[in-house]
């Protein structure tokens, strides 16, 4: 399965967004990742829904929005999405999840469905219905600059394996929080296949983001 990669936007010079995202598109990247944090879910608030339909009218990347906000079916329709897009909300933030995950569904986009890193896997094999992608969040969400938690490697590996068993395995596992060269590929191996890279690989000081994009690339070969 080809391994993508999805531009984290909170971590790209929102002074000058549309230059990022043309250069964005330079590098071939393969989404771009929008957080929408609504200072209750998570202890931050970010990125909101006129942006993410003000940047579905300039490039034609598809979007991959995380959603880390609570009751997110009060949002959803907030949001103009195609059926490249995809559109992920957590595990943990709803009581009833599978209501809010067949609203995106009847949506017309991609369905994802994140995961914290106390969540079990297993907590969601009964949704799998439901879901496209499994987001495995390999650090706590609400802030970038977090280090990598200890059992995010294993934690990949044990949902390839289940997802496997549950005839699922066609479904991409995205992972999102210091994924640097050397954590990507770790996390590769273990069978990740989205990539969320902000500011520990793809968006430096020291490096274009094409170069940046290209190196990320070549530790997943």
Known sequence: MKKLLSASLMCADLTNLIASVKELEKAGIDYLHIDIMDGSFVPNITLGFDLVNAIKKVTDIP????????EPS???????????????IHYESEIHIHR???MIKN????????????????????L???IDMLLVMTVS?????QKMFMGAEKKVKEARKLLEEWSCSDMLIEVDGNISLPNGRKLSQCGADIFVLGTSA???KDKT????????KAVLE
């Open 209 to 216: 983001i094409i170069d940046a994009a290209e190196d990320f």
């Open 141 to 145: 969400p609400g802030f970038t600059g």
């Open 100 to 102: 809010t995950l067949e």
């Open 63 to 70: 979007l991959d929005i995380h959603m880390m906000v609570n």
């Open 74 to 88: 009060k949002f959803i329709d907030r949001m103009n999405l195609s059926e490249n897009d995809i559109l992920c």
């Open 202 to 204: 793809l968006f430096l």
């Open 128 to 130: 799998t219905d439901y």
């Open 107 to 126: 949506k017309g986009c991609k369905t994802g469905l994140a995961i914290n890193p106390q969540t079990p896997v297993e907590n969601i094999k009964h």
